[in-house]
């Protein structure tokens, strides 16, 4: 499926993803709460159901999203505290998966170095959701 097929989700729709709390959740995926590698053999592709993406298409001009991140309260990116701001890093490069056994939101995104590819995963959650602009 290519990134153009996927649908945008709004916050509206992110929200209404989610239908169990993290800490209810018993996929494998459940210790995600903040950013945790997630390599493809322990990915359960099986049980998870694409719902969306938050990477909004490019503006003209633009080569990539922002790696702007959102903390106002201190916290950093791997923090499970840390603010879900769609608009921000890494959000803005996020694919949004449901774990069909539970119900869990599952937000992934590719990070890539000199030498390697990284898929990171964290869970959703719905209370730290903001909606905040660049």
């Known amino acids: 499926m290519k990134n153009q097929d996927i649908a945008l989700l ?3 729709a992110l929200k209404l993803i989610s239908q169990s709390k ?19 053999d322990r990915w359960p592709a099986d ?22 991140e959102f903390h106002p309260d201190g916290t950093r990116y791997d923090s499970p ?9 890494p959000y803005n490069r996020c694919d949004v998966f449901a774990c069909q056994k539970c119900g869990c939101g599952v937000m992934k995104y590719t990070e890539y170095g000199g030498y390697y590819v990284d898929n990171r995963v964290r ?5 730290l959701l903001v909606d905040v602009s660049l």
């Open 123 to 127: 869970l959703f959650n719905p209370e």
């Open 47 to 68: 049980q998870m159901q694409s719902k969306g993406t938050l990477r909004e298409p490019l503006q003209d001009g633009q080569t990539e999203p922002s790696f702007e």
């Open 22 to 40: 993290p800490s209810e959740c018993n996929c494998a995926l459940k210790h995600c709460l903040g950013w945790e590698s997630v390599s493809d």
């Open 81 to 89: 505290q840390a603010p879900i701001a769609p608009k921000h890093f």
């Open 10 to 12: 709004s916050s509206e």
